[in-house]
Structures are given as C-alpha cells and as structure tokens.
C-alpha cells in the first residue's frame, strides 16, 4: 500500500504509478554507445525446435540434407508453436539433440546446420500488401515467419495478434521500456531502426483492429524516444510514444498496462480482455521483415555485456550462433566472470555451457563479476519489510518464504505465491540476501509437479474404476450366462424325464444341440 | 570452462545489507549519545562501554552454544545496536552490574531463546529494560542533574571508575528526580498542575535535553534530528514515527483540552521521557514491528496512546518498555489483517472484476 509517494507528483498527468518497483544500477552506459553490428557466419548454427511457449516444432528435414536461408526445417504443431527456419544456407549434419539454453543443460531436440558461406537464400514467403491485407492473413505471415515474443517471453505473436477474434480491442501498447539492467538492444534498435518498427508497429495494429496506439519506452532512453517520436507517423495517426518512468519491472506487461492506461489486470485475467494488446518492440521489427520483405525470424539483435566482457556490444545474430563465438567476436571474456546469463541480470538464465545456442527470445549475454552480482551468503530474516516495499504485485515475499521453507505450499498459494512474477525485486533489496525468488520457484516447481502427480492418481484412478466396471459387467454376464445354461439344463432334464416316462427316440440328437 | 552458479535471478543485488542499517541506526543514535556523554560525564561513558561490551559478549557465547557462525552474525551489528538503545535508556550513573544484568536479560532471554536475530517477539532491549525497572525499582530510578564533561564539580575518570564499579564512590552527585517522575509524584500529592510545573524543568530545557534522565533520552531535539536523517537515508518509514507521536499527541492533547489542572500539555509529554526515542529508534525496530505500512499506523497510534495512557493512569512515571512490549505482542495479528492489496486482486484476494466498457 502507497500513502503517499514523491513519484505522483512528478509523473505527467497522463500516466499512472504502479505499485513497488526498484532502481536497480543501469549499467546500460557499457554498450548503450555501440551501433548494432551484423555477426560474421558463425562456424555452426544450432536451431532447437523448441523456443518459444507451446509445443515443440516437427522437423522437416533429416541429415545430409542441403537448407536455404529461411527454409522451413520445423513445422509448428498445434495451436501454439511456432515454425523454425535455417538462418544461412548450409548442410544438415544432425537432427538430435543438444544442450539446451537454460540452467538445466538438459538435452532439447536440435537441428545443426553447418553454413556453407555463401548464405543463399531460398524462396521468400509470399509478397503480401498491408495495405489491402486482410488482418487474418498478416496473423497467418506473421505465425508463417515464426515470430515469437523477443521480449523473452518467447509467446507465438500471430495468436496474440488473433486476439480481436475473442476480445474487443481498442489499444496497441509497444513494449519498449527495457527496464532489465544492462540490455540496450531494444535502445538501439529504436535509435537505428525507427521507421522499421513503426511500421511493424503500423502493420499489427492493422492485424489487430486497434485505434489507439502507444509506445513506451523507459526515460532512460532519450534518443530512443527521440527516434521513435520522428517515425510515430508511420505506426499511424493515432500512435504516440509515451515516455514512462525508470523503474523496475516497468517491462511487465500488466505493470506496464496499469502505468499507460491506468487499467489493472485482474489475477489470471489476459490484458487483452481490458482490449489492451502488449507486444515488444523487436517483434514488431520481425513483423515488418516478415510482411514486407518475406523474411522469416531467423536473426535478432541482442547486447552482450557485463564486466566480464572485453568489448560490449549490440549484435544482429543468426539464431542458433553458439554463445562461445559471440563471446570471441566481443573480444572474449574479461578474466574468470562469476557468471554468464542469458537475459538481463534480474530475470536471466544463468548457463552452464558456452557451446549453447542462442534462440529468437535471448536479448542478452551477460558475463557477470563477482562486483556486480554482489551474492553474499543469507542472513536469517530480520523482518525489514524491504521485499513488501518494492513488491509490485503487493505480495509478502518473506512471509510466503518463511511458509515454504516450513513446507506449507498451499499456505504460500493462499497468500499469493501464483501471483509472483519472478520479477526479482524482493531478492534484489533483501539486506539479508535471502534468495526469495529460488524459493518462489523451487515452490511453483513443486506445485506443478504435485499437480501431475495428482493428475496421474486421479487418471490411474479413472482407469482403474472403468477397468472394475468392465469386469463387473463380464462376471456378470458370465453369471446370467451359466443361470441360464443351468436353467436350460433343468429344462432338458425335465424334457427328458418325461421323455423317458413316454416314447424317447429323440433324445439322443437334442444331446447333441 | 569452471562450474558456475546454478541458481535463480535476480543476479544483481542493492548494496544493503544488515550490517549497514545497523551501522546507519548507530551513526543516527550519535548525536543524542554524545550529548549524554557531555552531560553526564565518565560515569555514563562507563557504562555505555560496559553494557555493549557485554550484550556483544553474551551474545557470542550463545552463538558459540548454538554452534552458529559466530563472526559473521557477530558482524551484523544488531548485538552493538541492542546494547546501545539499552544503555541509552540506563540512568546515566548506575552500576555496571546494571548494564551487564541488563544486557544479559535483552541478548539471551530477550533474543537468543528465540532463536537469535530476526525470531525474537519482543523488542530486546525493552524487555530488559521493563525487567530491569520492575527488579531494581531504586537503582533505575536515581537521576542527577546535568554536570558537563570537565566542569568544576564533575568526576574525573578515577571518581568515575569508582561510581560505576566500586558501588558509589565518594563524590556527592546532585541527584534530582527526573521530570516525569516529579510530575507524577506531585500529581499524586494532589497539588494543582500549574503549580507543579512551576517547579520543575521548562519545555525548553526538556527539548535541548539540560535535564536529568536516562543516558541518551534527554535531548529530544538531537533525538528528533537523528530519527529525521534515519528516514531520510530511508532505513525506516515515516509511518511508525508518525503515528506514535501523532497519537501520544492526540490523546494527551485531548486530555489536556479537556482538564488543563490535572493533564500536562501535549509538549510537556512529547519532549520528556523515552517518547521521542520510542517513536524513532524502538518501536521502529524491524524485527517487532509490523511491515506493511498501514499496519505500521495501527502498530504505532497504539504505542503513543499507551505511553500516554501509562504516564497518566499507570503506577510507573514512563510506559515506553511497556507500551512498546504490548505493542509488540500485537505485531503477528496486525501483520495478518494489514496485508498489501495483491495486484488484480481485491482486499479479500478475489480477482478484480472487468469493468464492462473501460477505457483509458
């Protein structure tokens, strides 16, 4: 609960305050300076099938087998997934698995793809206008190209761009506040690439059906604003950027909703039933390749940073370079890093191995020193209330901690544990260093997991009752059966004996019945 | 390539922790300890060193029982913090077995039964406070005047080293009752108030703290400045502050609006006694508090009123231990119905409702 804030005095009257929140160091100034760079062809592409929320993707092609740039290799299965394609031209030499791009390391279905360097492309998707597109066929290119949510999310765009089919829509927000330290590549992107977006902007706000159109972008960005406020045009007359406050999670898609218009999301609600649309600035980038010029997402732009990182910088990437080869094109690793993630320092992955891919929702390599994760061993809880203070979602982070490590989930549910957002704010402040979002995920883990369990018991359950049923019903129709032979014989028995009481010259043949 | 760390965001973390709120609070209990020093000479420097000399002490001891790491909780500062609020509260003259009896009751029977930092219930140092005052009621109670460090009639060291260790000493203190018990005793002997408060010390010198009283509650103005710097360097919130002077204020103003012969001034309550102290540096303690804010209103408006209420009706002159303790019993119901709003959610944690037609 606010009181009472500075923030809502200095916000424009336009915009509204969200909830907690955090200021976390920037430290966007190491490769916020640095124009985007295209990658030289990496020595092997690794392409999993599965990047995006949903099902994974089939492959289409096998070993030994020659791709062009931008052919399909995965097809999307079922409603949610997303197709994948060859980034460069190039062999086949396995369709297996490899090391995922997740703490995990575990083994994900994987297409590898040895670049020949010429990088030819092969047939482009269909020219398709805009202009006079009917808004399902630019969702059905945009689910053709394969884009997903390259905010991290990795959610297929075209079923969020379906959207208008179930919901009434009335606003576009454009995602762009970037507010995990250290990434700038939506930054840079939007510096350099303004009129791309605005007009992939332009492009799905015409697949959705919306009037209203805003982009926001973090303060901390001011020529990124500056770019985007020269293109707005070209997104539609109804567009406008909006410049919101520096803070985290401003990112959060129904945190940024509540910040823009003021409206609140209700727990387990969608946006888009308050007819409010979020989408990232990259995708709308991917859309505008993908409608206008045929091309599939097969690159994105990501930032490698951190103090571990010889030479920051914002790089357009193949999907599927190895982690290791962007590493070496940034100059290498600065000493022994603590640690390398994927994504920003507040929600990324921290990974094991170098030689992992990365895929179409990395926006970042960081490899951070010890100085700059500043983990120290936990202290005991000394109720300060800071994780309360900077919750944006008002939950109790100690509280439903202290209920997990005593094993009380459905007590941390009861407070709130599925409202968590993992935003990280909670363990950031902590002053105890108490890992509070591990335990939130440790505890969501384990809910899932109870939830299969349960879901198995009642299925085996299930079976078990359908198959006592059917026996039942077999002993049953054995026992009716056998009454009815016994009757049967009875019947013959008496036939029989007044049979033999008179003439029987038949009863041999009725025997044999 | 060397195994790195396997665990979950966030991997950056803010540059606080435990031991620098600790080290702030202490940089903000300076200036009002510092004037007691002044004021009360040796003695009371004596006894600050003592009293924190053994809370760290026992402290350890039961960190060695507990087989816990003992340099790294010892390094928290809360067991320093403990001993200084304590003698903070210690008349400034008393023996060092007061301070060392003191400490002990707050960091083992106030803290480390519980289970050491972050467990214990009850505010540690008030526990050994109100324990202390109920055990000892004559030696809590004797209060000298003001005699500043170097003045003609204060004890040197050797003087000093006597009146805290060697059982009084030869050195004749001007003892004095303190304001609060002054006024309390006369209230009783049924004289008029206006004429009491003739006797005793101004609103004015209560606020600067040239006044007898407890090591480091005199001065309400360096307290007031030292609890302003502690929310401006945002370790606590205004909201306990606040409410416990607001509601002290209220109540006693009340009562004073109401019969000004019988009830003293709001004023008169604010700036005497452990009320500013209180309001600032105890009852804000993060332990025994609440932690949302509006159950820090409720926590605080319910320490103020007590205080006033003990001062006025009570058998004790001061009811901040008292008040603060209640209060802190209090803390686990009040943190059950003053949780935050959980966003998309109601008060009662049901989904919000989707307003038919909204529009931004």
């Known amino acids: 609960m606010k009181l009472f804030s500075l923030s809502s005095l200095r916000r424009g009257a336009d915009m509204f305050s969200i909830r907690g929140g955090i200021h976390p160091e920037t430290n966007k100034y190491l490769s916020a300076k640095s124009p985007i760079e295209k990658m030289p062809m990496p020595s092997i592409i690794r392409v999993p099938l599965q990047q995006h929320i949903g099902a994974e993707a089939v492959p289409l092609v096998k070993r030994d087998d020659l791709v062009l740039k931008g052919q399909l290799i995965g097809k999307a299965r079922g409603p949610i997934s997303a197709n994948v394609h060859a980034p460069t031209s190039g062999r086949v030499i396995a369709v297996g698995h490899f090391t995922a791009p997740h703490p995990s390391g575990l083994p994900v279905a994987t297409i590898t793809i040895r670049p020949d360097g010429e990088d030819r492309w092969g047939p482009h998707l269909p020219r398709l206008r805009p202009e006079d597109a009917d808004p399902k066929d630019i969702a059905q290119r945009v689910m053709e190209a394969g884009i997903v949510g390259m905010g991290g999310a990795t959610f297929p765009a075209a079923v969020k761009l379906n959207l208008r089919e179930r919901y009434p829509l009335h606003t576009l927000i454009i995602n762009a506040a970037e507010c995990e330290p250290y990434l700038t590549c939506d930054d840079r992107l939007l510096r350099e690439r303004a009129e791309e977006v605005a007009d992939g902007i332009w492009i799905m706000a015409k697949a959705l059906g919306v009037e209203k159109v805003i982009v926001a972008i973090e303060s901390n960005k001011p020529d990124a604003i500056e770019a985007m406020r020269r293109h707005i045009l070209a997104a539609g007359p109804n567009a406008r950027v909006m410049r919101v406050p520096t803070l985290y999670p401003m990112g959060s898609e129904k945190h940024l909703v509540q910040t823009v218009t003021g409206l609140e999301t209700p727990a387990r609600a969608l946006t888009a039933e308050l007819g409010v649309v979020v989408h990232n600035a990259a995708t709308a980038h991917a859309v505008h390749k993908a409608v206008r010029y045929g091309e599939p997402l097969i690159s994105r732009v990501l930032t490698v940073s951190g103090h571990g990182i010889k030479r920051p910088a914002n790089i357009e990437v193949l999907i599927g370079t190895p982690v290791s080869e962007i590493i070496d094109h940034c100059g290498g690793l600065e000493g022994e890093p603590e640690r390398i993630l994927l994504g920003g320092p507040m929600m990324g992955l921290p990974i094991q191995s170098l030689r992992v891919p990365v895929i179409k929702g990395t926006n970042g390599i960081l490899a951070l020193q010890k100085t700059e994760s500043r983990q120290k061993a936990a202290m005991p809880c000394i109720r300060c209330g800071g994780c309360i203070k900077v919750c944006p979602c008002g939950l109790m982070p100690m509280e439903m901690h202290a209920r997990i490590r005593n094993d009380d989930l459905d007590g941390a549910v009861d407070i709130g544990l599925l409202d968590c957002i993992a935003c990280g704010s909670c363990s950031f402040n902590c002053p105890s260093n108490i890992q509070l979002v591990q335990g939130f995920n440790y505890a969501k883990g384990r809910l899932a997991f109870k939830q299969s369990q349960k879901h198995q018991q009642e299925e085996t359950k299930r079976l078990a009752d359908a198959r006592n049923i059917r026996q039942e019903a077999i002993a049953e129709a054995k026992r009716q059966a056998m009454a009815k032979r016994k009757a049967e014989m009875a019947e013959r028995k008496k036939a029989e004996a007044a049979a033999a009481s008179g003439a029987a010259p038949e009863t041999p043949k009725e025997a044999a019945e | ?360």
């Open chain 2, 1 to 360: 390539m060397t195994v790195r760390v396997v665990s979950s965001g966030p991997h950056a973390h803010s540059m606080f922790s435990v031991t620098q709120t600790m080290a702030m609070v202490a940089v903000c209990l300076a200036p009002a300890t510092g004037l007691g020093f002044y004021q009360f000479g040796w003695p009371a420097i004596l006894l600050f060193l003592v009293t924190i000399f053994s809370a760290v002490a026992f402290e350890a001891v039961c960190l060695i029982v507990a087989q816990r790491p003992v340099a790294r909780f010892l390094l928290d500062g809360s067991a320093v913090l403990t001993g200084w609020i304590l003698a903070m509260t210690l008349p400034p003259w008393a023996p060092w077995w007061v301070g060392t009896v003191g400490a002990f009751i707050a960091i083992v029977i106030g803290k480390q039964v519980y289970g050491g930092i972050g467990q214990n219930m009850f505010n540690p140092a008030m526990v050994a406070r109100a324990m202390l005052l109920i055990s000892l009621p004559v030696q809590m109670t004797v209060w000298v005047l003001p005699d500043p460090l170097g003045a003609a009639g204060a004890p040197d060291l050797w003087q000093s080293l006597a009146i805290t260790f060697g059982g009084g000493g030869d050195v004749d203190a001007v003892s004095s009752a303190s304001t609060l018990g002054f006024v309390s005793a006369q209230l009783g002997g049924g004289l008029p108030l206006d004429q009491i408060m003739a006797q005793t010390f101004s609103i004015r010198d209560l606020f600067y703290g040239h006044v007898p009283g407890s090591l480091g509650e005199t001065s309400a103005a360096l307290i007031l400045a030292g609890g302003c710097l502690l929310i401006a360097m945002r370790i606590i919130t205004w909201h306990i502050p606040v409410a416990v002077l607001g509601a002290a204020a209220a109540l006693s103003g009340a009562l004073h609006w109401a019969d000004p012969a019988s009830f003293p001034s709001p004023l008169w309550h604010l700036t005497s006694g452990a009320l500013m102290l209180c309001a600032f540096f105890i009852a804000t303690d993060y332990v025994t508090s609440p932690v949302s804010a509006r159950g820090q209103l409720i926590y605080g408006a319910g320490t103020g009123a007590l205080i006033v209420i003990i001062r006025t009706w009570g058998s004790f002159p001061e009811g901040a231990a008292f008040a603060v303790l209640l209060m802190n019993a209090c803390t686990p119901l009040i943190d059950t119905y003053t949780r935050p709003r959980i966003f998309g959610r109601d008060r009662k944690g049901k989904p919000l409702e989707i307003a038919k037609g909204a529009r931004p």
